[in-house]
């Protein structure tokens, strides 16, 4: 399959050294294709994929209904630009809308940009219903991507700051403590914005009621609540959108990594009386483009369509359970936690690097989200057997720690 053509690895990895700004820290592989939970080196190796283009391939690398839609629709319209009526952006919207609590979207290119401009809808709510308020209370540990904004709303020290100052208008508080957004809520503040689960920070899940609570601050303060469900969201966590597993509805939702299954996509979603934007307050170049809306559309259908966030509960539980006896048997691990197919496993030590090295020689992709804890993000399509693949592997690796 044309590996032969994609040269020796120590080739790719040299160049990318000599070429590019010193941000991404990459592990030692060349990926040159993919095929469902798989993926295939320079060298022809394989490996099972855990970390799924990072939440992205959500039905997995290149599957055929997307591929379908990719090649369908790069035959036909690629890019328009919004300044004119395009059809599978409209049907996106509607299978969203449809599917959802939510009334209207704006798409866009990434997770980053559907947060921003979220913030930004949230600004001109403030602007226009409460006084000019402007600030957003968001949480320590969050991730909310790498704009400026982004990161002032991000509440982690080593994403801010190499960058302060930062744009005013946000508050970090401490996450699962409704106290604390409580005590931050002034009379500037316009919207309360949460992960469901904290995806970057750990896979941080808050006490069940945490959502709820936030929801009834809300409604009694005026403010909006806006759900980052850019990793929860698109069956991520065992149903369509998170908010379904907690009993709340926000008023603004963002989505992008699973949505479009490796194409770049963002969208932001709002309730009718939060979709208070005007003609030219805000847009994009690129956003909802025919080729990733096709992508996107064949995505969520294929996912609605064949109840992929079921097996996702199914499959994810059948993981916890192997989880939970690898720890039982290796005294090192300290934790599992998750829902669905957004799994950790906390170690007790600062083991994970070691231990992502060691599952990358045995053909397991594994993802270190914190120096003390292993994150699992899978395609939602891989089946029980390719769990108790990566279990064996686990297993073997770990035993060897021992
Ligand atoms: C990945 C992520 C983002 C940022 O998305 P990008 O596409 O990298 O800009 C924002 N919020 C959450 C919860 C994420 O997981």
Redesign the pocket.
């Known amino acids: 399959m044309g590996l032969r053509l994609a040269g020796k690895m120590e080739q790719w990895q040299e160049l990318e050294q000599k070429l590019f700004m010193r941000t991404t820290r990459r592990l030692p592989v060349t990926l040159v294709r993919g095929q469902g939970a798989r993926v295939w080196d320079t060298d022809g190796k394989e490996y099972l994929d855990f970390v799924g283009g990072?939440?992205v391939n959500s039905l997995g690398h290149c599957h055929p209904v997307v591929v379908k839609a990719l090649m369908e629709q790069a035959k036909t319209l690629i890019q328009a630009s919004n300044q004119f009526y395009t059809i599978p952006q409209v049907q996106l919207a509607k299978l969203l809308v449809d599917n959802s609590c939510l009334d209207r979207v704006f798409f866009c290119n990434?997770?980053?940009?559907?947060?921003e401009g979220a913030m930004k809808l949230a600004r001109r709510y403030g602007k226009l219903c409460l006084n000019g308020a402007y600030e957003i209370i968001t949480t320590y540990g969050?991730?909310?991507?790498?704009t400026l904004a982004?990161v002032a709303a991000t509440g982690q020290d080593k994403f801010q700051q190499p960058y302060i100052p930062l744009p005013d208008g946000f508050v970090n508080v401490e996450y699962n403590n409704i106290e604390a957004i409580k005590a931050a809520t002034t009379n500037r503040t316009c919207a309360v914005m949460v992960?469901p689960i904290?995806?970057?920070g750990g896979v941080n899940v808050p006490d069940d009621n945490y959502l709820k609570k936030i929801r009834a601050w809300c409604d009694e303060t005026g403010i909006l609540l806006i759900l980052?469900?850019?990793?929860?969201g698109v069956g991520r966590i065992g149903s369509l959108f998170a908010y379904e597993q907690y009993g709340v509805e926000p008023d603004i939702m963002?989505l992008?990594?699973g949505l479009g299954s490796g194409v770049?996509i963002?969208v932001f979603l709002a309730k009718e009386r939060a979709s208070v934007f005007a003609p030219g307050e805000h847009g994009s170049t690129y956003g909802g483009n025919p080729l990733v809306c096709a992508a996107g559309l064949a995505t969520l259908k294929f996912i609605i369509d064949n109840d992929i966030p079921g097996k996702v509960k199914k499959v994810g539980h059948y993981f916890v359970g192997g989880l939970e006896k690898l720890k039982a048997k290796f005294g090192f691990i300290s934790d599992v936690r998750g829902r669905g197919l957004l799994l950790a496993v906390g170690f007790a030590d600062d083991m994970a690097e070691e231990v992502v090295l060691t599952c990358l020689k045995e053909g397991l992709l594994v993802n270190q989200v914190k120096p003390n804890a292993l994150r699992f993000m899978p395609p939602l399509i891989i089946t029980e057997k390719d769990v108790d693949e990566a279990l064996g592997i686990l297993k073997t690796v770990f035993t060897r720690r021992l």
């Not at 969050?142 to 790498?146: A, L, V």
């Open positions: 990072w939440a990434s997770g980053a940009e559907a947060n969050s991730f909310h991507g790498r982004t992960e904290q995806g970057e980052d469900e850019i990793q929860t963002t992008a990594k770049p963002g």
